[in-house]
């Protein structure tokens, strides 16, 4: 034991995080059995637990661990995710509380079974949900990683602590459902608050104050380049991964069972406006990455290791055990420990949820009702141990990589579902093969760039325009879903067989 | 009350606006500032829409 204070604190946390997850159960109890009350909690979340749990959702540990750490290694680029963290509450806004209300009036619990829902069409929902499940695993795996970080950070030894705390993940997903998370998420919430806000304070005046924590960064990271002629160079770069990222976000299984869990419209629309708050948060936190290198972690001989071991992800650990008393570095890394833990259930029981209904239903065991939670329960188990499989025999270089795919390839689920709230316009065979293209394409081009990198430079009548795969490549699926819809419409219409009514999207 | 909604996307999106680094803010350059001070603007823009738009329902 490196720093047996901060071990003790952070000890202290987790355990009293599971006593927290195991209990969660019995709060608003519910009949278990029932795969709405265990994957949805019953759909009867507030507007503040919804906050929460929305929040521990999607500000993750890898995101407290990866943003500030491209800060640290690329420099502004990093900061795409103030933009991208701010221009997803208008789609949260817009498409989210329609989704809520047609969702609550079938009894769908997940995105892809509305798209059945909408089009009658159980091989497009197939698609959409598998695409959700693939993109969710690399996630799971990386909130590993974040917490692996911590764990190494405080020096304990090899992967029994990871393991175990996965294990007892594991253990109160399946009694709890999605209550568990929806009560850890407002404990870690706090502790992030409380170690965000003591950084921001107490690192920049160890460090002189922002003005020369700024002036510290080597001038070419600080701002953005500016383009060469003939090329819109870095800005179309940022704005694209920005409001590609935006696009993607929601439409991951984990996000949206966050919201659907919500109990209504009017509660979605509250926290389209309440969430940015975690997007403040979110903008100092990069600046951590910023810190770390006004700090000089990278050349203190005492964290030469971790940043051997872990590379630029090592950064954030680093400054808050240069910059914090120990006992302090341990309720940080408590936090940032949790927040691997929210929303790793989250995602479990979203795949989960998605595999039930979207997959073994449809495809395996018809008449599954019965056993539909038991099933559902099993699979977000399996969906851990996976992720902890993931993490401890394939590189971390892989998790990485395919997480960089994963958005790539849940964006192109943005035409089905999203677009489907304002339009039946499409026809369900026209989305499949824009699906089909959008992933076929996003995947070639993330190989041409080595899977190392998420823009990619487009050619267009002379100019280079830089963007985000992901963002080009779902216009590509919309525009051939569009095209494709017109002749379809005409020769084989699928309208019939909506099972959802027009009322539904009032 | 809608078109409030393509406004965030405008001036979160505006790169070649924000990209300087002057006027700096309590040390803070241009870029950062103008994109933390847009996250407070953005939500304010949304909320004028959900007040408008509010109903009573959960």
Known sequence: MTYPAATIVFLVLIAAVIVLGFSAGRWKAGDMSHIEEWGLGGRRFGTWISWFLIGGDIYTAYTFIAIPALMFGAGAIGFFAVPYTIVCYPILYLVFPKLWRIAQRHGYITGPEFVRGRYGNRWLALAIGVTGIVATMPYIALQLVGMQTVIGALGLPGHIPLITAFAVLAAFTYTSGLRAPAMISVVKDLLIYVTVIAAIIIIPAELGGFAAIFAKVNPAKLLLATPPAGSLGAYSGYATLALGSAMALFLYPHATTGILSASGPRVIRRNAVLLPAYSIMLSLLALLGFMAVAAGVAGNPVY????????????????????????????????????????????????????????????????????ETFIAKVFAIFMIIGAVGFILFIPLTYAVQLQLLGGMWIIQTFPAIALSVFTRFFNGWALLAGWAVGIGTATWLAALNHFAGAIYPFHILGVTLPSYIAFATVLLNAAIAALLSLPLNALASDRARDETSAADYA | MRLLLLLVFVIALAV???NRATPALFGFPFFYWYQIAAIPISSVLVFLVFRAEDRDEP
């Open chain 1, 304 to 371: 030469a290791a971790g940043f051997k071991h872990y590379g630029p992800s090592f950064a954030v650990p680093a400054l808050i055990l240069a910059s914090f008393p120990a006992w302090f570095a341990g309720i940080a890394f408590g936090a940032i420990a949790i927040g691997a833990l929210v929303p790793a259930a989250i995602m479990a029981i979203a795949s989960a949820n998605i595999f039930i209904r979207d997959i073994f239903s449809q495809f395996v065991g018809k008449r599954a009702a019965g056993r």
């Open chain 2, 16 to 18: 070649p606006v924000f």
